[in-house]
């Protein structure tokens, strides 16, 4: 599956069924499960998905959940379902990163909105990751020099200067920094700052 | 003839003014010169007058004058004798025997007092007063005959009557005194035209006088009671009118230490054909007799008083159901005269609803003893009052009765009412109180099928947006759209039911469905408590008869003090299981918790009212259960679980189908 995946739990069948069907309406892929450790069981899925969760089931309940899934560092975006309005339960619940919390009967315009604003996040949230990974496989190719060498060259540092601090020759800085703009892919020193600076390398703050 | 008609008729003088005896003393000391007076008249040897008593032919005294020997006296007192000198004057009449040596008397005397004394002459002579024979004068003489012609045997009787019957009459009056003396009465006359007063020393003593005092009748009355003397005069005014009428009078008398007594005088006038010459008759003291009447009255007047006072009925019917008796309670409360109650049939009480219980009722009061019922008493203009009748078997003349009251029991109806309608109130209190704690529940429940019926709507909308629109898809979501609200309604709906005050109708119910309606909205409140719900129901089980409201609020109020009772239980122990079966006749709901449960003396006393385990509990709940199951001849009854709370049991009658 490639879509838009919309993950629902919700102990109700009524519910489950007619919020299946308005979220299929909009075009949306939706897998509905009954109970939280139904969901646990679910096959893995690629690409962008929201979870909408009723917060209030038998057993595992919605907000149990939520923190389980927190602990586990899922990235899946939650809206909440309540049947009673219970602002403790909400802020619980948007303290711990849900997107938003609707009280049942919910309007469609507003889950709808909801729903998009989730699988956006998710999807700049995977993209993000995904450029992440690309970046690191890069830099798994530098040898420890060369990354040494990289970590100068963002810090704003001269050839003249890292050969100083490495203790070794000028020419010997020269290649290594052809090989770092090679194997990370760019061209100027500010392209190597902003690529960097997603995965934690960022200039030295103090002299070396 | 005339010199002895005036000799005779001197003697008849002298004999009416002496012989006026007062005791029979007196006569017994006169008889020798009476009698002596006669036997010269006759010029006889020796007289003697024998008297009867005032029945019988037995002669009961001898008189016995001068002349006669101690021998003769034998004779003539013997029994011979006297049984003959019976028999004689009975059939024979007058005896005369002038000359004994020719006839004999004819009976066997030994020795014959008439040969041993040599009589020759004997007379017996019978005398009578008004017709009667009282007795004899004998007479006749010794050693020589006496022919006595008819004439002097004619006055000779005379004589003997005068003698003899005055002798009589004092013995008898002497007796009669003596007999009213001991009935402690007193004789009395009064002369009507001297209009003094006589009476015996005992009548004299009663009015407050000396036996020897002279009392004339103003001096009587001066002692008798001021209102009294008006009724003593006009009595003895009464019997003065003509002789014969009879006088009797009540009037007291004042003591001689102030008091008054109560006497009884009564009598008769008596004298001449037309105007009576005095009133005689006997007075007695009737104050012990008065006084214990009075009594008496009072008694029966302070019962007729406390029995009409009574605000009831009090009434004996006999066991054909006629009324005997009964206060006057009766008139006023039925609008029957006494009358009209006399007899009164006490079916004609109760209308036909009554009938039935009723004739249950009447048996019972004479099989065991005593009874009690509340009927409907039905008034003569056809009103009817709810009565409290009570019947307690009595036999009287060996005839079975029913003594008891009748109270009017309007009141109490209306009390029991107004407790009912507090109950229903109270019972409506505590289900609002229940359903406030379920109002979130509530809402949770409700809000499910909200949720789907707007999401299925908006989903349509889409559908038939879209190009081409999926028509079997908005198909089916207008058929979950239908179902969901369905459901919506019927949450709504046992909402209503279960807010509603008043009593449902009993109605043929499967307690399998009233659990699960029960279930459906317990479920939030379940949820939120965390606590699994579990079900074990009868595959099928008789109906119950009884209202579904008040059905459905005993489960509930089961399963919400079961969810209660496990706030402080470990969240994997908790379970709230509901169990139907059929036990017997009866079809059983039970409820099991693993809850604190009820220290072990409180089992007993958690379904009574204000009995709660709850900070904010109103202690009602249980109670009202109870009053409901009972209400329905059911039974509601708790046991504690061997590991761990509770489980409450709901018994039914089971109804046949």
């Not at chain 1, 711990?96 to 709808?112: M, Q």
């Not at chain 2, 002596?36 to 005294?61: C, H, K, M, N, Y």
């Not at chain 2, 019957?165 to 013995?171: A, C, L, Q």
């Amino acid at each position: 599956m490639t879509g838009e995946h919309v993950y629902l739990v919700d102990d109700d069948p009524s519910v489950r069924k007619g919020l299946t069907r308005l979220l299929r309406s909009a075009g949306y892929e939706v897998e509905a499960f009954g109970s939280a450790a139904e969901f646990m069981q679910r096959p893995e899925h690629e690409g962008a998905a929201c979870l909408i969760l009723d917060l209030s089931m038998p057993a595992l309940s919605g907000s149990a959940l939520q923190a389980q899934m927190v602990d586990e560092g899922s990235t899946l975006p939650i809206v909440f379902l309540s049947g009673h309005a219970d602002i403790e339960d909400s802020v619980r619940a948007m303290k711990l990163g849900a997107i938003d919390f609707f009280t049942k009967p919910v309007d469609e315009d507003e889950l709808l909105a909801a729903v998009a604003r989730a699988l956006a996040g998710h999807r700049d949230r995977l993209a993000q990751e995904r450029a992440i990974r690309a970046v690191q496989a890069r830099l798994d190719t530098l040898t420890a020099r060369e990354l040494e060498t990289a970590h100068w060259l963002i810090t704003g540092r001269l050839n003249k200067q890292i050969a100083a601090e490495l203790g070794i020759a000028e020419k010997t800085v020269k290649i290594h920094r052809a090989r770092v703009m090679e194997k990370m892919g760019v061209s100027s020193i500010a392209e190597l700052v902003r690529l960097l600076a997603p995965v934690g390398i960022e200039p030295a703050s103090r002299e070396p | 003839m005339s010199e002895r008609s005036a000799e005779f008729e001197t003697l008849v003088m002298s004999i009416s003014e002496s012989v006026c005896p007062t005791t029979v003393a007196d006569v017994w000391a006169q008889a020798d010169s009476v009698l002596g007076s006669i036997g010269q008249f006759l010029r006889t040897d020796f007289v003697a007058i024998a008297l009867l008593p005032e029945t019988g032919t037995d002669f009961q005294w001898m008189f016995l004058g001068s002349g006669i020997t101690p021998g003769l006296a034998d004779g003539l007192g013997s029994d011979a004798f006297r049984g003959w000198m019976g028999s004689q004057l009975q059939h024979a009449g007058m005896v005369r025997l002038s000359d004994m040596s020719v006839a004999g008397l004819g009976i066997e005397m030994n020795p014959d007092p008439f040969t041993g004394a040599d009589v020759r002459s004997l007379y017996v002579i019978p005398l009578s007063a008004g017709g009667e024979v009282f007795g004899s004068l004998l007479t006749g003489t010794c050693g020589r005959v006496l022919d006595l012609p008819e004439a002097e045997l004619r006055r000779g009787q005379c004589l003997g009557q005068i003698v003899g019957y005055r002798w009589i009459r004092t013995d008898r009056i002497e007796r009669l005194s003596d007999a009213i003396d001991a009935a402690e009465a007193g004789l009395w006359s009064v002369n009507l035209n001297t209009m003094t007063y006589w009476s015996t020393p005992r009548a004299k003593a009663m009015h407050g006088f000396r036996p020897d005092e002279v009392v004339s009748f103003d001096l009587l009355l001066s002692h008798v009671h001021a209102e009294d003397r008006r009724g003593l005069v006009e009595a003895n005014s009464y019997a003065a009118l003509e002789s014969g009428n009879k006088l009797r009078v009540e009037y007291r008398v004042q003591q001689s230490d102030g008091t008054f007594r109560w006497m009884l005088a009564r009598g008769s006038s008596d004298g001449g054909p037309d105007e009576p010459v005095r009133i005689t008759g006997i007075v007695a003291d009737i104050t012990t007799k008065k006084m214990a009447e009075e009594e008496l009255l009072n008694a029966r007047a302070v019962t007729d008083a406390v029995f009409d006072s009574v605000p009831g009925l009090i009434y004996l019917y006999s066991q054909e159901g006629e009324l005997v008796r009964w206060n006057k309670r009766h008139e006023s409360v039925s609008g029957y005269t006494d009358e009209e109650l006399r007899g009164f049939q006490i079916t004609r009480w109760f209308n036909a609803d009554d009938t039935a219980k009723w004739n249950e009722d009447w048996p019972r009061v004479f099989e065991s003893g005593k009874h009690s019922t509340e009927l409907g008493l039905t008034k003569k203009d056809g009103t009817r009052v709810p009565y409290l009748f009570t019947g307690v078997r009595v036999d009287i003349n060996d005839l079975p009765h029913m003594v008891g009251i009748g109270i009017d029991v309007t009141e109490k109806k209306r009390t029991e009412s107004a407790l009912a309608e507090l109950r229903t109130e109270l019972a409506h209190a505590t289900r609002v109180t229940a359903l406030g704690e379920l109002a979130s529940a509530l809402a949770h429940e409700l809000s499910q099928p909200l949720a789907a019926i707007l999401s299925n709507a908006q989903a349509a909308r889409r559908l038939l947006a879209a190009d081409p629109p999926d028509l079997a898809e908005v198909r089916d979501a207008l058929e979950d759209i239908v179902r969901d609200d369905k459901r919506a309604g019927e949450i709504v709906h046992g909402m209503r039911a279960m807010m509603a005050r008043g009593e449902a109708p009993s109605e043929t119910l499967d307690l399998n469905r009233i659990v699960g309606s029960v279930a459906s909205l317990m479920k939030g409140e379940a949820v939120a408590a965390s606590v699994p719900l579990e079900f074990d129901l009868a595959e099928s089980l008789p109906p119950v008869y009884a209202g579904r409201t008040e059905l459905q609020q005993v489960l509930l109020n089961l399963m919400m003090n079961a969810i209660d009772a496990q706030r402080t239980t470990p969240i994997s122990e908790r379970i709230l299981k509901t169990q139907t079966y059929v036990s017997e006749d009866h079809v059983v709901v039970s409820v099991r918790d693993a809850g604190t449960g009820f220290p072990g003396d409180q089992m007993e006393k958690m379904f009574e009212p204000f009995f709660t385990t709850k900070d904010a509990g109103l202690g009602m709940g249980l109670a009202i259960s109870r009053r409901i199951v009972e209400n329905y001849r059911g039974r509601i009854w708790a046991r504690e679980n061997p590991e761990r709370g509770v489980t409450v049991f709901v018994a039914l009658p089971g109804k046949e189908l």
